[in-house]
């Protein structure tokens, strides 16, 4: 007789679709991550206005559509992962140290970066590049600071998955010895 698990858990195919799109928002967000430090570093470096405006704007039209929905993504495919399956959420500490980073990205994402950015004013494409920087203010500067950190900490995130260190935390239940549960 089989051994049947205490729990709800996600079919094969439903766990298969739930891990694709944790795996898309991950890898979408570093995408964006890639294409976001060019734009940045260009309107910081450039010598064009029109240039520098574009950057700027185009980054006004990037994160605030892209970054909170593969945040949320990340955070709902996790935990749907977590609930889902024997990993489960508080279970293993690699775990819960993903749930605690995409909890951060999440907070940062959504009252940090995206009203900073819709903060920022529409830069004059017709000014010099110098003046498309005095426009945006310090964030020329400070946006660099976000993809930087959300790539590492996706980077991280990917490397704990694949290695699963740590044991399990004190909140688990302790794992059914082999056999347990059996008539004798």
Known sequence: MAHHRAGWRLSPRLRKTTLLLHLLCGIGWM???????????????????????????????IVPLAVPILSLGILATGLLLGWG??????????????????????????????????????????????????????????????????????AIAAIISLFKPWSRTPWSTPPTPRGAGRPG
């Open 31 to 61: 995408g964006v991550d890639l294409a976001l430090l060019p734009l940045l570093l260009t309107g910081l470096t450039t010598d064009d206005g029109a240039t520098a405006a574009s950057c700027y704007v185009a980054v006004t039209v």
């Open 85 to 154: 399956t024997t990993w489960g959420v508080l279970r293993y500490w690699w775990v819960v140290v993903k749930l605690v980073m995409a909890v951060t990205l999440l907070f940062l994402v959504l009252f940090l970066l995206v009203p900073g950015v819709n903060d920022l004013p529409t830069p004059d494409a017709t000014a010099s590049a110098d003046a498309v920087r005095d426009q945006i203010g310090p964030a020329t500067t400070g946006l660099l600071f976000p993809p930087l950190v959300s790539f590492a900490m996706l």
